[in-house]
């Protein structure tokens, strides 16, 4: 796997404890804005989670419109700040848990691309990552299943964010005798991977890797459920953090907490979402 270089942007630092004694990962993220090369290259990046070059050029030719910028702005990316922030956030961890924890996230190239409405979230678990213990060719029940809940912003708390992430985890379960909303996903996820490798398959899965992990009682597995703030630097208070309460989920023994701190992220979204995700588009 290439990893490219903006990940060297993610720093991790020692967990925290909240008041129940369970831990809360810390990840700082600074973009390097004066490098304009490596911003460049995590926009183009950003912007094929949600088109490829190709059905970029192609729609553009379509509907008779000569810039792409324009053509993502009207077609493609949610003008609507809230599902800019949500997007991003689901992205950021993802591609976390993708490049420095070597998951699967098939989600991350279905989840943006495939969107009826620019203006929506998409329905379903945030992220759906997988690692093998082995690989996928040999079943483990050392397999790993992670179902992410991200809550993104720059306004409230980091507390406020990752107790929402907690809270709304209970939606995503793979449970032995009622599997609800996240063995739903998984099955549209395997679906899509399936009519889309008709077409091309990026990453060497095939959506049989995901049908490994949809019969949790005869085929056993690991299960976690990661519930994650992504919030601006300034308001990744640890003190604050510390008070998030996990003893109500249905998920507290399987559950990782993780808050992320973006140096002003606004910034850096307002800079994926700009021209600079489709620089150099005739060359790359």
Known sequence: MNIPEY????????????????????????????????IADWARSFRHKYISDEDLLEGMEDIGENEPIDFLKEMVYPENKKFQSGD?????VAEYLMYTENFWVPTLFLRYSEKSNKEESTKGSDIVAI??????DHESDQDL?????IKTGSTRTVRERLQAAINDSDKDSIDLLSAKRGSVGLNAVKLK????E????????????????????????????????????????????KKVVTKESQHVDSLRMIAFGVSEIQKLINALYSELGVSNLDNE
Do not use: W
């Open 131 to 136: 690692r093998f213990y082995q690989d996928s």
């Open 145 to 149: 299943l992670c179902i992410g809940e």
């Open 198 to 241: 008709r077409q091309e398959n990026q990453d060497g899965y095939s959506y049989r890797e995901i049908a490994r992990f949809e019969n949790p009682i005869e085929r056993p597995y690991q299960i976690q459920y990661v519930a994650a703030a992504v919030v601006d630097q300034k308001q990744l208070n640890q003190n604050t953090v």
């Open 193 to 196: 991977i399936k009519h889309r």
């Open 88 to 92: 991003f956030g689901e992205i950021l």
């Open 7 to 38: 990940m060297n942007s993610y720093a991790h630092f020692d967990p925290i404890q909240n008041i129940e004694e369970n831990n809360i990962e810390i990840i700082l993220v600074q973009a390097p804005f004066d490098n304009i090369k490596v």
